[in-house]
């Protein structure tokens, strides 16, 4: 079974540009959950989607929004952006039967200037 | 809510040592806890879970981890370590039967030299 495929790997934006960041999750796999990763602050959660609805959001402004699509397929979008954006974006997702347990992939390097 | 420490941010270790990683736990609820390790340019990859039932819990690549409720900590161990196993630890907390959104800690970067 493939794993989480994340698209694009790296991106490079200038401030005040949009970005939008693409997330397949594991074939069956109805729950999609997007992270923030920086040196500063780690891993903070954004949001997660479930059935094409955010059940679940963290504290972010905002710019930071996603969407999930009727394959379970997740887009994130981040608009207006700031040199404090750059960051890894990871997307993880999850089982049916194993809510509990989230399986990541490779993340989107997003370099903002 | 919960939170996590991780109580070092560096742990370097010889190759063929053991090694202890230390994560404690803050949380009003009962709790589900993970290690994850991400490897350099790569996304977290789960080790091992505690759900629920013994408090020891195997993973994967020779690794485990206690829950102690009275100490609220979830170390992990691994008796003998590899160049290989070099990568951040995360430790992560989530309300048992809740909305299975991960709490992490800051992570341990895990140094194994020759």
């Known amino acids: 079974k493939a794993g989480v495929t994340q698209t694009p790997r790296y991106l490079i934006k200038t401030r005040g540009q949009q970005v939008t960041l693409s997330c397949s999750p594991i074939s069956g796999h109805r729950s999609v959950s997007w992270y923030q990763q920086t040196p500063g602050q780690g891993l903070q959660f954004l949001f997660e989607?479930?059935?094409?609805?955010?059940?679940n959001k963290g504290n972010f402004p905002g710019r930071f929004s996603g969407r999930q699509f009727s394959n379970s397929r997740s887009e994130m979008n981040v608009s207006t952006l700031e040199l404090g954006d750059s960051a890894l974006y990871l997307c993880?997702?999850?089982?049916?039967?194993?809510?509990?347990?989230?399986?990541f992939g490779p993340g989107t390097r997003l370099t903002v200037l | 809510a919960q939170s996590v420490t991780q109580l070092d941010s560096q742990v370097p270790v010889f190759e063929e040592a053991p090694v202890e990683l230390r994560c404690n736990y803050s949380?009003?609820?009962?709790?589900?806890l993970f290690w994850y390790v991400q490897y350099p340019n790569q996304g977290l990859q789960l080790l091992l879970k505690y759900l629920s039932g013994s408090t020891l819990v195997k993973g994967i690549n020779g690794f485990e981890a206690e829950f102690n409720k009275s100490q609220t900590s979830f170390h992990l161990r691994k008796p003998s370590v590899h160049i290989s196993d070099t990568a951040e630890y995360f430790c992560a907390v989530s309300e048992a039967g809740g909305s299975y959104i991960p709490t992490f800690g800051r992570g341990t970067s895990l140094i194994v030299h020759p």
């Open positions: 993880a997702s999850s089982p049916p039967d194993g809510a509990d347990t989230q399986y």
């Open positions: 949380s009003s609820v009962s709790v589900y």
């Open positions: 989607y479930f059935s094409e609805t955010q059940r």
